[in-house]
């Protein structure tokens, strides 16, 4: 799927959001959302917040997942755009990643750009199960640069996480945690 990433050797994908912006047309939602299924990705973690001019998604990922007989599911775990959150809410995100893998589910972690939150919470999750935070941030820059061009353009190779306090959050953040 355009504009995401899968982390090597797990069933986890990151990226950006999965709906469409307002004014989309929703067949091509739905041809998205669909191809997220058809490759087992069925949980999705939402970063997004209410604040965020979004097509909400989830009814419609729901209504397709039972008309494929494919259980699905949708967490919303929101962290304000450009922002962090604190440690105990990370927890919680990390938690409900680790949680929906272990269900067997492949999980997609986004927000609206798959650019900043996403790359904060995908580096704090790398940080948890063994790497330091410089490598984990290395590691989702290398993965950010497989987006497309025109987001590369936009953002450049090292624009994930976004912001310098995203990035301080990954350095930071502790192993098992």
């Known amino acids: 799927m355009e504009n995401s990433y899968v982390i090597p050797g797990t069933r986890l994908v990151a990226g950006e959001y999965p709906g469409m912006a307002w004014g989309t047309p929703r067949t091509m939602r739905d041809v998205r959302?669909?191809?997220?299924?058809?490759?087992?990705?069925?949980?999705?973690?939402?970063?997004?917040?209410?604040d965020d001019p979004l097509d909400q998604y989830a009814p419609r990922l729901l209504e397709l997942a039972a008309q494929a007989g494919v259980h699905a599911v949708h967490d919303s775990l929101s962290i304000l755009d450009m922002d962090v959150c604190d440690d105990a809410h990370m927890t919680k995100v990390l938690n409900a990643i680790d949680a929906r893998l272990a269900e067997g589910h492949g999980v997609y972690v986004h927000c609206w750009g798959g650019v900043g939150r996403t790359g904060m919470t995908i580096g704090c999750w790398l940080v948890r199960h063994g790497m330091d935070g410089e490598a984990a941030l290395e590691r989702v820059r290398e993965l950010f640069s497989t987006m497309s061009e025109q987001k590369l353009r936009r953002f450049g190779p090292n624009g994930s996480p976004q912001t310098e306090e995203q990035r301080e959050m990954v350095r930071r953040w502790t192993k098992g945690a």
């Open 33 to 50: 959302l669909q191809a997220f299924l058809d490759a087992g990705v069925t949980a999705f973690l939402d970063l997004t917040h209410d």
